[in-house]
């Protein structure tokens, strides 16, 4: 797959925005504002003491389809885990409760057995993905924080979030297959305006994942490696 | 009707990649979609994340053990295997595979190792028998293999095996999807 757009330091931030209208979801995670005039990324950056490396490497994973680690620059640690953060808060508290109670809305007419049911599995799934984030939370951010303040814990390494590492987006699209392939629903504007917003969702947790695998992991790594070495 | 066959080109070379990515796609004729992965380095979540019905892979990529496991990991059950060989190598390597394809070949050949390989895939319907309808309700009801073994009088790896075989029919891949689907198609009560 290949890689369309690489944006850098100079160009426009609000280019980034309307070549593609995910990024708002990531200025937001940087508690970026809009109103980006015709600053730069590296100037805007700056406005808001956002580390420039770190928002562009995320912005360009985002626009890259392929698959590589692509670290190319140092990260800024604490920007990124507090963007990490602030991912987990808006997919627990805002984007799939809404979609639990678009869903419920949607299949209101059904029988209470398949309402039941479609809202077990996504209950079910929604307990899962808190789980995760969690787990994160609780022992991989502190993990990363006391490595980059030279008090590793050294009981624990990143290989071991890195292996068991799954992909939280995978159950959410099973549930859009198996509307989509086995469920003979009217649709109705509630019904694909869940669909859009869970197709939407299970491209964001993707790309949430893919800093983690692909920016996160690799450069934690690095790190640990010089500490060992020392 | 035939599902397209998602077809995943794991090769370093870029030339030798975009070569094959572009002859493949000169193949209207054959149900596949195509991409490519330019990097083998975390094969087994690219496998997860893409899912391809037929992988080709430069067998220097890959060493046997991993091609092993992978064949034997029920997550990536299904998944069809080309060697694209590109330099001398032990054939006892190459019998892994389920075809070869190699530098030399015409398009043409290269056609058939690709067309024989999706009808395999086509010839045995997506539809399903009694005996995995059977099964799905069984782990709908909640029943663990073993059970299920019992109650239907067949072996836990029998049990296995068309769990296996419903994943792939249906595309679903946990417990939960399965009760999902039995309720949308009425095998259990509602």
Same mark, same amino acid.
Do not use: W
């Given at each position: 797959?290949?890689k369309?757009?690489?944006?850098n330091?100079?160009?426009?931030?609000? @280019?980034?925005?309307?070549?593609?209208?995910?990024?708002?979801?990531?200025?937001s995670?940087?508690?970026?504002?809009?109103?980006?005039?015709q600053?730069?990324?590296?100037?805007?950056?700056?406005?808001?003491?956002?580390?420039?490396?770190?928002?562009?490497?995320?912005?360009?994973?985002?626009?890259?389809?392929?698959d590589?680690?692509?670290?190319d620059?140092?990260?800024?640690?604490?920007?990124?885990?507090?963007?990490?953060?602030n991912?987990?808060?808006?997919?627990?508290?805002?984007?799939?409760?809404?979609?639990?109670?678009?869903?419920?809305?949607?299949?209101?007419?059904?029988?209470?057995?398949?309402?039941?049911?479609?809202m077990?599995?996504?209950? @079910?799934?929604?307990?899962?993905?808190?789980?995760?984030?969690?787990y994160e939370?609780?022992?991989?951010?502190?993990?990363?924080?006391?490595?980059?303040?030279?008090?590793?814990?050294?009981?624990?390494?990143?290989?071991?979030?890195?292996?068991?590492?799954?992909?939280?987006e995978?159950?959410?699209? @099973?549930?859009?297959?198996?509307?989509?392939?086995?469920?003979?629903?009217?649709t109705?504007?509630?019904?694909?305006?869940?669909?859009?917003?869970?197709?939407?969702?299970?491209?964001?947790?993707?790309?949430?994942?893919?800093?983690?695998?692909?920016?996160?992991?690799?450069?934690i790594?690095?790190?640990?490696?010089?500490?060992?070495?020392? | 009707? !035939?599902?397209?066959?998602?077809?995943?080109?794991?090769?370093?070379?870029?030339?030798i990649?975009?070569?094959?990515?572009?002859?493949l796609?000169?193949?209207?004729?054959?149900?596949?979609?195509?991409?490519?992965?330019?990097?083998?380095?975390?094969?087994?979540?690219?496998?997860?994340?893409?899912?391809?019905?037929?992988?080709?892979?430069?067998?220097?990529?890959?060493?046997?053990?991993?091609?092993a496991?992978?064949?034997k990991?029920?997550?990536?059950?299904?998944?069809?295997?080309?060697?694209?060989? !590109?330099?001398?190598?032990?054939?006892?390597?190459?019998?892994?595979?389920?075809?070869?394809?190699?530098l030399?070949?015409e398009?043409?050949?290269?056609?058939?190792?690709?067309?024989?390989?999706?009808?395999?895939?086509?010839?045995?319907?997506?539809?399903?028998?009694?005996?995995?309808?059977d099964?799905?309700?069984?782990?709908?009801?909640?029943?663990?293999?073993?059970?299920i073994?019992?109650k239907?009088?067949?072996?836990?790896?029998?049990?296995?095996?068309?769990r296996?075989?419903?994943?792939?029919?249906?595309?679903?891949?946990?417990?939960?999807?399965?009760?999902?689907?039995?309720?949308?198609?009425?095998?259990?009560?509602?």
């Amino acid at each position: 797959m290949h890689k369309f757009t690489t944006y850098n330091a100079d160009d426009k931030m609000s @280019e980034v925005i309307t070549e593609n209208f995910m990024m708002l979801n990531i200025l937001s995670r940087f508690a970026m504002p809009l109103g980006t005039g015709q600053k730069t990324i590296k100037q805007f950056c700056k406005q808001n003491n956002v580390d420039t490396n770190t928002f562009l490497q995320i912005i360009n994973l985002a626009t890259d389809d392929s698959d590589a680690n692509i670290v190319d620059a140092e990260l800024h640690f604490p920007s990124i885990l507090r963007f990490l953060e602030n991912s987990h808060h808006y997919f627990i508290e805002f984007r799939l409760p809404m979609i639990g109670t678009k869903l419920q809305n949607a299949l209101r007419n059904q029988s209470p057995v398949v309402m039941k049911s479609i809202m077990d599995y996504f209950n @079910e799934y929604f307990r899962e993905v808190k789980k995760h984030f969690n787990y994160e939370e609780r022992k991989v951010f502190p993990y990363i924080t006391s490595l980059i303040n030279n008090t590793p814990n050294d009981k624990y390494n990143i290989s071991i979030f890195s292996r068991q590492h799954d992909h939280v987006e995978v159950k959410l699209m @099973e549930l859009k297959n198996i509307l989509i392939q086995y469920y003979p629903l009217q649709t109705s504007y509630e019904l694909n305006d869940v669909l859009f917003n869970i197709f939407i969702c299970a491209d964001d947790l993707r790309l949430h994942n893919d800093i983690e695998d692909r920016l996160l992991v690799p450069s934690i790594k690095e790190i640990e490696q010089k500490t060992l070495s020392k | 009707m !035939t599902r397209k066959q998602r077809v995943a080109i794991a090769e370093p070379s870029l030339i030798i990649r975009m070569g094959l990515f572009a002859l493949l796609k000169r193949f209207t004729a054959l149900p596949m979609e195509i991409f490519e992965l330019n990097q083998t380095e975390h094969l087994d979540n690219l496998l997860i994340r893409h899912k391809p019905d037929i992988l080709i892979i430069n067998p220097l990529c890959i060493d046997a053990n991993h091609l092993a496991q992978l064949k034997k990991n029920p997550k990536f059950s299904g998944i069809k295997y080309i060697a694209n060989q !590109t330099s001398m190598m032990d054939i006892r390597l190459l019998k892994q595979y389920d075809q070869i394809i190699t530098l030399s070949m015409e398009a043409e050949q290269i056609k058939d190792v690709l067309s024989k390989l999706i009808h395999k895939d086509s010839a045995d319907s997506l539809a399903l028998s009694d005996r995995e309808k059977d099964i799905i309700i069984a782990v709908a009801e909640g029943l663990t293999n073993k059970m299920i073994a019992s109650k239907l009088n067949i072996s836990t790896n029998t049990v296995m095996t068309h769990r296996k075989n419903i994943s792939n029919k249906l595309n679903i891949h946990s417990q939960a999807g399965i009760i999902l689907y039995a309720i949308a198609n009425r095998l259990i009560e509602c």
